[in-house]
Structures are given as C-alpha cells and as structure tokens.
C-alpha cells in the first residue's frame, strides 16, 4: 500500500503572498488532517476533511482553508502569508473507525 | 479541549540503557494514545500505540503503558541503539481515525555509542 505523499517537499514564499500545499492519503484511507510543526514544538492540529467537508478545525485562522477531493486527497491553502507561518506542515491520513493516523514527510514552507 | 504534558524535553542515554518517556493528558474522554518517532527531515512514524481499555503492550523493544485513573502513559525502549535517536511525540485522541491528535511538545532522544 502506498503512504502519505506531499508536495512540494520545500517552498519559499514573500509575505502576503498565497501558497497551496498538496497531499495524497494513504490508499484505503478516507480523512485528512492538516497540522503545522513549528521547529522544536509538536504539531499543532489545523483541520480535518471528511466527505470532502471540513469537520474540525484548531486555533487557525480562516486565512488557512483547505479541500479534500473524491479520491481523498487534499489541499491546504494560506493567503496572506506571515512570517510566523514558516514552519513544516504535515498531512495525516486515516481511516474513520480504525485505530491510526498515517503522516506525510511534510512540506517546509519559509516565509521571508 | 485536550492537554498533553510530555517529559522530558531531552534524554541522553548510553547505548543498551533504557529510556522511559512520559505524558500525561487532560482530557478523560480520550481513548487512543499513540507514540511517534520523527527523524530529522521526516515526518512522524508511528511505533507503537494503546487504547484505553489496556493497560500495557509490547513489541519487541518497545513498550507502552497506560494509567487511566492518573491519565498518564509512558513509552519504554529498552537496549537502546544508537538508530533509536530521535524526536518521539506521545498524542491522544477520543476518536482514533476522525478526531484529531493532541501532540506533547516532544522528546529528544540521543543514544550514545
């Protein structure tokens, strides 16, 4: 079975521009969750897609929004991009009733 | 919402020593409890995981034990070896596959040869 792939694996952006991050879930898996991993911290939960609907969200603002799509794969997307943002983001895939949560490599993203 | 306390920030072991690594959590709603491992430039992998309904399980080097009346767990690695340097997050969950992960801040793990 394939893993979690992400897309781009590194990015740099200016401040204010608009980024959109990619991710594939793992085959079988039908949720998608985003985090952000600042350096040294532990991932901080952004949102959850279901059913191609969002079904949960963490303390990010709506300038962080996302989608999910048919085949379950899923895009983050941030305007209006602050420095603070510069950070590794992850995708999460799984499966709804089963134990375990399958993580990308990441995306780093810097904000300059 | 969730709270997760992991310690300590940074253990350093001599390899073949143990480690043990502990969290605790806030929320008693919680039912899953997974433990990864992040490598540099990775992203977390799991090794090991525990729901609320057991007390301890093992694999191979590995152990994890879970308190439900304190709401806390530990990892346990035994014979460490110098692979087993890393970043190892502990998280929980109520909903294992459609809630989200709470994360500890991490641990760092460095075995010296």
Redesign the interface.
């Known amino acids: 079975e394939t893993g979690?792939t992400?897309s781009p694996t590194h990015l740099i952006k200016t401040r204010g521009q608009q980024v959109t991050l990619r991710c594939s879930s793992q085959s079988g898996h039908n949720?998608v969750?985003w985090?952000q991993q600042a350096l040294?911290?532990?991932?901080?939960?952004i949102f959850?897609y279901?059913r191609e609907e969002e079904?949960?969200r963490?303390n990010f603002p709506p300038r962080f929004s996302g989608l999910q799509f048919p085949n379950y794969s899923s895009e983050l997307n941030v305007n209006a991009l602050e420095l603070d943002d510069s950070a590794l983001y992850?995708c999460?895939s799984?499966?709804?009733?089963?134990?375990?949560?399958?993580?990308?490599?990441?995306t780093r993203l810097t904000v300059v | 919402g969730e709270n997760?306390e992991?310690h300590p920030s940074t253990l350093s072991v001599q390899e073949g020593d143990s480690a043990v690594i502990k969290c605790t959590y806030s929320d008693s709603a919680s039912n899953?409890f997974?433990w990864?491992k992040q490598e540099l430039?990775?992203?977390?992998?799991?090794i090991i995981?525990i729901?609320s309904n057991v007390g301890e399980k093992k694999d191979q080097r590995i152990a994890v034990t879970l308190n439900k009346t304190a709401k806390h767990f530990s990892l346990h690695i035994t014979e460490t070896q110098p692979e087993d340097s890393a970043v190892y997050?502990c998280?929980a969950t109520m909903n294992?596959?459609?809630?989200?992960?709470?994360?500890?801040?991490?641990t760092m793990l460095l075995v010296s040869p």
């Open positions: 979690v992400q949720t969750s985090y040294g911290q532990g991932p901080q939960f959850q279901y079904n949960g963490g992850l999460a799984s499966l709804v009733g089963q134990d375990g949560y399958t993580f990308g490599s990441g | 997760v992991q899953y997974p990864y430039g990775k992203g977390p992998q799991l995981d729901r997050f998280a294992s596959g459609y809630s989200t992960l709470t994360f500890g801040k991490g």
